[in-house]
């Protein structure tokens, strides 16, 4: 075996500061394996821009070799008991909380977010594993005996077979941990490719899930870009695939997976609004959109982007500036700092793009975070929190996933029109709505279109015993992700039905018309 995953990951915050750069390996078979790529992509410190590693795209032969380790790891894994895997599942939660440190110092180092947001990715992974520690009662089946004279019939849940992960930049630990831990405790294997951006989390999770006793082929680990996915996509041992991710990419995993056989569950883009009613806390409302809209730098598919001020609500813009012109932009490592730098030049360039033709089409600038300089960093991904008012639904500020701390404002008068505008966007991943009413927050739940809803909550991400339920353009599939749903996702049910007649001795001819059970 090569370098453990952690050293790996402490390697990478000492090349950060020497300039060295070290490759990170494939993990196949419970070993860290050195990839024969000819073509590999540079890992940046989203601070400094500096390369803190390379992450290879493997080659045709070191794919084929991780899915074909996971279809022969899955013919014994199968065949463990729920209790053993449960147990599996035990222990990586403990590793998991005892290793939350250097997780954390590997995401700030590779994405950017500062510690506390990143020991939050961790956390929030950790509860989808601690879920799966209920595996045993999560895959109890169904019996229904004397269905029929001397017949029983019985439902149970198996698993499908090797499932594929491919993961977003955005939450390096949570979308790993969303996957994988549950795709196993159900009895499957899984070929998990991180996002090529900062891969470091989930080489150090591979490591702690070795050590928590997966057997090797359960969780195999490759890197790449396109021609990996692709891959994924077509290989024949794959049987399902679980994505979180832009639009396009989405999309297209969804319906080349889906048309070589696959189930498939992809979460993809959005547009969450926030809707707030004069009669709300302000002050706990402020601050609420103002977490949500920029912690991460905005860089999550929950982030509260859009808010939709009605009626006298419409006032409180100044307070709003005034909260968010006090966060501090900088370094994830800079325990004073609220805001880290964005995840690429190019995405940065983006965010400031869409920013400008919102002032071109009308919008005004109230807050611009364009051009921040933090001390000392002078070569970061820099864009500090901007807030657009004046925001109509034609603007491409509006109707792009801008992906970067900048807030929109748009302004109506009642809370049908809030309800409509809401409506008539096309994702529905989130929505939240502010108010001290009970009767405004019911109606809203009940009217608005999208899957998950916050009432006084910025960002509605369930907790693992429900699940993660996106809506319209922002999920593509059936079956969602972690709860009852991924359990579904991860296993198909097998029924069977048994006679047991009780003169069955004595029985000496045949019957050959269709059985009846009666």
Do not use: W
């Given at each position: 075996m090569l370098r453990s995953a952690l050293s790996i990951a402490r390697t990478s915050v000492v090349a950060a500061q020497t300039r060295a750069v070290s490759r990170v390996p494939l993990f196949i078979d419970n070993e860290f394996v050195e990839s024969k790529a000819t073509k590999w992509i540079p890992v940046h410190?989203?601070?400094?821009?500096?390369?803190?590693?390379?992450?290879p795209c493997?080659?045709?032969?070191?794919?084929?070799?991780?899915?074909?380790s996971a279809a022969e790891a899955f013919k014994s894994w199968k065949n463990t008991s729920v209790i053993s895997r449960q147990n599996i599942m035990f222990k990586?939660?403990?590793?998991?909380?005892?290793?939350?440190?250097?997780?954390?110092?590997s995401i700030t180092l590779e994405q950017g977010k500062t510690i506390p947001d990143a020991e939050g990715d961790v956390f929030r992974g950790?509860?989808?594993?601690?879920?799966?520690?209920g595996i045993p009662s999560l895959l109890q089946s169904e019996i229904l005996n004397g269905i029929a004279k001397d017949i029983d019939t019985y439902s149970y849940r198996v698993p499908l077979g090797v499932t594929g992960g491919i993961c977003p930049f955005n939450f390096p630990a949570m979308i790993p941990l969303w996957m994988f831990p549950l795709a196993i405790a159900c009895g499957n294997t899984m070929v998990l490719k991180p996002s090529e951006r900062d891969p470091g989390a989930a080489m150090i999770l591979a490591e702690l899930a070795v050590e928590a006793g997966v057997p090797p082929?359960?969780?195999?680990?490759?890197?790449?870009?396109?021609?990996?996915?692709?891959?994924?996509?077509d290989d024949p041992n794959i049987k399902a695939l679980s994505f979180v991710g832009s639009d396009h990419a989405g999309m297209h995993i969804y319906e080349r997976g889906s048309k070589s056989g696959k189930r498939v569950q992809s979460n993809m883009g959005a547009k969450n609004h926030g809707v707030i009613l004069p009669d709300a806390n302000k002050t706990a409302?402020?601050?609420?959109?103002?977490?949500?809209a920029f912690g991460a730098a905005g860089q999550r598919c929950m982030a509260l982007s859009t808010i939709v001020l009605v009626g006298e609500a419409q006032e409180w813009i100044d307070d709003l500036v005034s909260l968010a012109s006090n966060l501090k932009v900088g370094s994830g490592f800079d325990s004073t700092v609220d805001v880290g730098p964005m995840i690429s030049p190019q995405a940065t360039q983006r965010a400031v793009d869409l920013v400008q033709s919102g002032v071109d089409q009308g919008a005004t600038v109230v807050l611009d975070g364009r051009g921040v300089q933090v001390d000392g960093f002078p070569n970061g991904n820099w864009?500090?929190?901007?807030?657009?008012t004046n925001v109509t639904t034609e603007?491409?500020?509006?109707?792009?996933?801008?992906?970067?701390?900048?807030?929109?404002?748009?302004?109506?008068e009642t809370l049908d029109e809030a309800t409509a505008l809401v409506n008539a966007n096309r994702w529905g991943n989130g929505t939240a709505i502010f108010t001290n009413s009970g009767a405004a927050a019911r109606k809203y739940t009940m009217e608005t279109e999208a899957g998950q809803i916050g009432v006084n909550v910025p960002i509605p991400v369930p907790l693992p015993m429900f699940s993660f339920t996106g809506h319209k353009a922002s999920f593509a599939g059936d079956l969602n992700f972690y709860g009852k749903a991924g359990v579904q996702f991860y296993t198909q049910l097998k029924t069977i039905t048994s006679l047991w007649r009780e003169g069955d001795a004595d029985v000496l001819k045949a019957a050959t018309n269709f059985p009846t059970m009666k």
């Open positions: 410190n989203p601070a400094t821009n500096e390369v803190v590693c390379e992450v493997a080659t045709q032969e070191e794919l084929d070799r991780a899915s074909a990586l939660r403990d590793l998991i909380v005892k290793n939350q440190g250097e997780l954390a110092k950790l509860q989808v594993v601690e879920h799966a520690c082929g359960v969780l195999n680990i490759v890197h790449g870009a396109v021609d990996t996915v692709n891959h994924m996509c409302t402020l601050n609420a959109v103002v977490g949500a864009l500090g929190p901007t807030i657009l603007m491409d500020c509006y109707k792009e996933e801008i992906f970067g701390p900048v807030l929109v404002c748009l302004n109506v």
